[in-house]
């Protein structure tokens, strides 16, 4: 915990709160910050909490620590360079974020995308959905005293890393994706690495499971702790595997498809209670569901090309444009921006690794877009921690806030 100053207006608040205490009963309140600068709340936000001892009495949130004005940045780019900024947001799940942003601009432009590249879209949400469940579960572990499942499962991670790596040349902000499909295609060896990990990641995430969910003492530490129910998750906008752990069954992919995950069969996993158990079993059962469709997709995987036939819009390779006059002015046009974008209104959204990430664009016919908003799931359910630590003890905050899933970049963009 650290001595940052406390906002001056909930000092006040609780100083009447901690007086009015002293009055009643000669007991004493304290006002405690749990962050920013505390590994638990990764370095950006606040948490003003008023204690009586141990238990949380009241908890307010402040953030902005790290505030880097993407929307703001995003509207003086180019659309084909708002991707890398796309990354940066929930960076443990990127491909994701890439992806949803190539649809929304290609909802703006009218883009039909080819079934294979939908196909290929579809494999790196689910390694990246996968790899954000493994980072959220691993680290609730150690959170709660368990390092031994942490450093063990991390070794998938790193699997699904070398995929992206072969696939676009990196592995953590993967800039994946152009509009209308991909930069190249898949090579051989991304395939090979793919079905590898098909055959790998099951005994490890069985053995993580088998290691940690039935630990009396990890159970003790989640079990009836920090529960919200389906009611107060909805009121508060909640989505992803948070609104699921409460009992509802809300999935982007199945309320309103992209991206053909109509061609795939898998569940939604629920929970009842909405407690930190509850959440940590929805992401294990998730991370199933993943691997499931990825096998789908690779057993049905079309052929045809992995990038739609758009020339004004998608960079031609650049051995063609030192080649080729055609691709050289469609080159030069597309950087220059001098092929006009249609005005209109969209939203898109797309199930990230917490839930309905949207991004909302206004175009005006420039080549950048006039206002851009990303709904991040990040920044609407941390709402609700303040509600769901009171009377809580403060060891208790740590594995909620851990369950949540509370990535940096993503609430605090």
Partial sequence: MSNIITPRSVEDKYAELIKQRENEDGSELSILNLGPTHPATHGIFQNVLLM???????AEQTLGYIHRAFEKIAENRPFYQITPLTDRMNYCSSPINNMGWWLTVEKLLGIE????????RVIVMELARIADHLICNSILAVDSGAFTGFLYIFQAREKIYEIFEEICGARLTTNMGRMGGFEREWSDTAFLKLDAFLKEYPPALQEFIDLVARNRIFMDRCINVGSISAERAMAYGMTGPNLRAAGVDYDVRVATPYSSYEDFEFDIPVGKSGDTYDR???RNEEMWQSLRIIRQALDKMPEGSYHADVPDYYLPPKEEVYTSMEALIYH???VMGEIPVPKGEVYHAVEGGNGELGFYLISDGSRVPYRLHFRRPCFIYYQAFTEMIKGAYLSDAIVIMSSLNVIAGELDA
């Fill in 52 to 58: 009586d001892g141990e238990k949380i009495v009241d």
């Fill in 113 to 120: 995308v080819p079934k294979r590249a939908q196909y290929l």
């Fill in 280 to 282: 940590f079993c929805v």
């Fill in 332 to 334: 030069f046009k597309i």
